[in-house]
């Protein structure tokens, strides 16, 4: 039988994981990656990404982005934690839930609330608004039950 933590952390890692990939396909693969490493003026970017960082991509967007990347990738099974990896792409992957609960905690908490509580319209969203809120909602929920465990993450 599981426990409410394991089905909270669960459900909020297959929110995260839909969320994030829904979000990569919105804004476009290319310009996911081209956010992760720095190429964010509007000029590198194609017209979805530009459309939803209409007033230009800050820290705590390609932070967003780099962590939907990774939680595609580590959803995906592209990467795991493994010996084979630096310890510090195990310890970025142990901590993710967590960071994903720090970001959406800190620069998302009225979207994570208003999707909680089903205030959010995802029908007058676009559509990498959508994923977004999907996301950090899944990351908080999964971040909070990897705390709730009283385990390591």
Same mark, same amino acid.
């Given at each position: 039988m599981t426990s409410i933590q394991t089905t909270a952390r669960n459900l909020g890692g297959a929110l995260a994981v839909i969320g994030s990939l829904m979000f990569v396909l919105a804004i476009g693969v290319g310009d996911t990656w081209d956010i992760m490493i720095g190429n964010t003026s509007h000029a590198d970017l194609g017209t979805d990404a530009t459309a939803f960082f209409s007033s230009g991509v &800050?820290?705590? &967007?390609?932070?967003?982005?780099?962590?939907? @990347?990774?939680?595609?990738?580590? @959803?995906? @099974?592209?990467? @795991?934690?493994?010996?084979?990896?630096?310890?510090?792409?195990?310890?970025?992957?142990r901590w993710a839930p967590l960071l994903g609960l720090a970001i959406g905690v800190t620069e998302f908490g009225s979207t994570v609330m208003d999707t909680i509580n089903g205030d959010f319209d995802f029908s007058t969203a676009s559509d990498a608004a959508a994923a977004q809120a999907l996301a950090v909602t899944g990351w908080v929920i999964a971040g909070l039950a990897n705390l709730l465990t009283g385990r390591r993450v």
């Open positions: &800050d820290m705590m &967007d390609r932070i967003f982005v780099s962590l939907t @990347g990774l939680t595609v990738a580590a @959803g995906l @099974g592209l990467i @795991g934690i493994s010996r084979n990896n630096p310890s510090i792409v195990n310890d970025v992957l």
